[in-house]
Every structure is written in structure tokens, then in C-alpha cells.
């Protein structure tokens, strides 16, 4: 049996997520792209697409929670609702810092 394949406009738009979402999602393998021949393109299997679309291959968990993609960093990080940037609390340095000292703070390494 033959598989059809999406282009990445396609996956896109029936996951109702950006390309670069879906991008993520092939990194992270909750999706599996192949080469289009004769093409910088990639494909992706409909069937594939709609399994995730549908929340089959995920997580119980993750079918109660929307497809985001989840990024590690050093700079910021949503917990709880809350943002921090560098581990400080977003509001909290609106309240309290300036504009530099906030630039300070996120241009500084590590």
C-alpha cells in the first residue's frame, strides 16, 4: 500500500500549528519527515499527520494538553503560569529593575 505525504504547508495547516511548530515536532520525533525526491521539500505521512492530529501516539497526558513545543533555555522559562527570565520573575523585575538592568540581566551569559 502506497502512503500519501504531505508537504509541510499541508501538516501545517491541518495540525493547525506554524511550520516552525512542526519543525520542532520532527525533532523532538512526534513526527517523521522523508526526502522528496528532486526537492529541498519534505514529506510527511497523512496518516502520521492525523494519528497526531487525533492524539493517538501520545501520551495520555499530552492528549489533555496542547501540542507545544518545548524548548530548553537558559533564559526563560513559563512555570506555573509565571514567567521568569534568568530564574527572576517577570512582574517582579517590572516592577523593581530598569530597562538596562533587565538588559543586563539577559544578555549575560550562563
Known amino acids: 500500500m502506497q502512503s500519501?505525504?504531505?508537504?509541510?504547508?499541508?501538516?501545517?495547516?491541518?495540525?493547525?500549528?506554524k511550520?516552525?511548530?512542526?519543525?520542532?515536532?520532527?525533532?523532538r520525533?512526534?513526527?517523521h519527515s522523508v526526502a522528496v525526491p528532486g526537492s529541498r521539500e519534505r514529506g510527511y505521512r497523512a496518516e502520521d499527520v492525523e494519528r497526531l492530529r487525533s492524539g493517538r501516539g501520545l501520551s495520555r497526558a499530552a492528549r489533555n494538553e496542547p501540542l507545544v513545543a518545548v524548548i530548553d533555555s537558559s533564559i526563560c522559562l513559563i512555570?506555573?503560569?509565571?514567567?521568569?527570565?534568568?530564574?527572576?520573575?517577570?512582574?517582579?523585575?517590572?516592577?523593581?529593575?530598569?530597562?538596562?538592568?533587565?538588559?543586563?540581566?539577559?544578555?549575560?551569559?550562563g
Open 4 to 17: 500519501t505525504y504531505l508537504t509541510a504547508r499541508e501538516t501545517a495547516e491541518r495540525l493547525g500549528i
Open 79 to 109: 512555570e506555573g503560569g509565571r514567567l521568569y527570565y534568568r530564574g527572576h520573575d517577570a512582574i517582579r523585575l517590572a516592577e523593581t529593575a530598569t530597562l538596562e538592568e533587565i538588559a543586563d540581566l539577559l544578555w549575560a551569559k
Open 19 to 27: 511550520r516552525d511548530t512542526l519543525y520542532a515536532y520532527v525533532s
Open 29 to 31: 520525533g512526534l513526527l
